[in-house]
Every structure is written in C-alpha cells, then in structure tokens.
C-alpha cells in the first residue's frame, strides 16, 4: 500500500515539476523580450534614424540658429533709439555747435546717427538733397540689416524638402524590401514606417524656424523703418527753423 502510495505521488508531481520549469525557463526570456521592447535610447539616436536626409537637415538646422541669432543681435544693436537724439541735436544747432552736434550722433553708433550724421554733413545745401541724402543712407543701413537674411527664406522651402525626400525614398526602400522578401507585416512596415516619417518631422520643424526667424527679424527692420523716417522728418523740421547756426 505504501509503495502504490509513493508511486501515485509521483505519478501526479512529476507534471506539476515540469509545468513549473516550463515557466521558470520561460520567465527570463519574457524579461529579456521585455527589456528589449522597453529599451530607451538617446534623442541624437532616435533622430538619426530618420537616415542619410536627416544630416543635411540638421546642418540647416545650425547654420539657421546662426544667422537667426547673428541678425537679431546686430538689427537689435543697430536699431536702438535715443529719444532724446533730436532733442540734443536742436540745442547744439541753436547754438551753432554744428561740430558738436555732428559728434554727437556719431558716438550714437546705431543707424539712427548715421543717417542724422549725413543730414547734419550736408547742413547748408538744398533741403530736397538732405532728404535724398538722408534716405539713400537709411536705405544703405536697412540693406546691411536685411544681408544674409535672404538665407532663411531657402531654407524655409529647402528643409521640409529634404524631410519629403527622405521620407518618400524610406518608404520606397520598404516596398522593395517587401517585393523581395514577400514578408508583408505590420512590424516591418510601421517600423521601417516611423524612421522614415522622422526626416518629414524634423525638416519641417526646421522649416517652421526659419520662417519664423524671417518674418520676426523682418518685423523688427519694419520698425526701424518707421522711427528713422520718423527721425528724418523731424531733423528737416529743426533745419528749416531759424536760428543762430544759420
């Protein structure tokens, strides 16, 4: 009876150890697939995946934050305005201290004094040739806050361009892979997929930067524009009053 006992015991336990080993084998390998599947990487990593367009991008990208921050520091020193400049030019010129004045706006050293300078340098002359003088030195100032800005607007149409064609090359690539292997899977697919939609996503968020960039610096040499004809008109007012500098 014992012996019949022992043998019906193990009869029954040995399924039960194998299940268990079944499952205990079977537990670091769903972990493995676990790990796998949750594994993060770096973001340089996940961007480079979006292949061989995404280089070009990333260089527009750095060379776009390097004209947008170049220009807006030289448009935002060039274009700061002392409102008290008229002022100070009406007194030196009331008193006939047309040299005075004339250092005055060349210590300014923004646009607004070099084209106040060139109006005080032509004192003396028809007020049509100030003015045309005034203007053509404004002009000159707007032109060297507007170079190299031309850039940014390529750049705009350029990026997302590039984002396209590597996107339409991945997927082109993916089809073909699948015309070879005639693997058809979402896996393949959505995964090749992804990789190659991150050149779309980062040339048009390059894109979007660089328009931007172009419209707000623009914006700001608007303004500028404005206050230095602004500027000009009142000059003209202060020359053409009498007074002791005449």
């Not at 003088?133 to 032109?143: D, H, L, Q, S, T």
């Not at 005639?182 to 048009?204: D, F």
Request: no cysteine; proline share 2%; aromatic share 8%.
């Amino acid at each position: 009876m014992r012996k019949a006992a022992i043998f019906t015991l193990l009869f029954l336990a040995t399924p039960l150890l194998s299940l268990a080993q079944i499952v205990k084998d079977s537990v670091p390998e769903a972990e493995e697939k676990a790990a796998k599947a949750g594994e993060k990487i770096t973001a340089l990593e996940f961007v480079m995946k979006g292949g061989v367009f995404i280089i070009p991008i990333i260089i527009l990208l750095f060379y776009t934050l390097y004209v947008v921050i170049e220009r807006y520091r030289y448009i935002k020193r060039m274009s700061v305005y002392n409102s008290n400049l008229l002022n100070d030019i009406r007194m030196n010129l009331e008193k006939g201290n047309i040299q005075d004045a004339l250092n005055q706006v060349q210590r300014d050293q923004s646009a607004f004094g070099s084209v106040v300078a060139e109006g005080i340098q032509t004192i003396g002359r028809p007020v049509s040739e100030i003015e045309s003088n005034m203007e053509k030195v404004a002009n000159i100032e707007i032109g060297k806050m507007e170079k190299g800005m031309g850039i940014l607007g390529l750049i705009a149409g350029i990026a997302p361009t590039f984002g396209f064609i590597g996107t339409i090359a991945g997927v082109i690539k993916i089809f073909y892979n699948i015309s070879i292997s005639e693997n058809v899977s979402i896996g393949n697919i959505s995964g090749g997929l992804y990789e190659k939609m991150i050149s779309s996503g980062a040339g048009l968020v390059v894109g979007i930067i660089a328009y931007s960039a172009y419209h707000i610096l623009n914006a700001m040499i608007d303004s500028y524009t404005l206050k230095i004809q602004s500027t000009n008109l009142g000059f003209i007012n202060i020359i053409q009053r009498p007074g002791k500098w005449q």
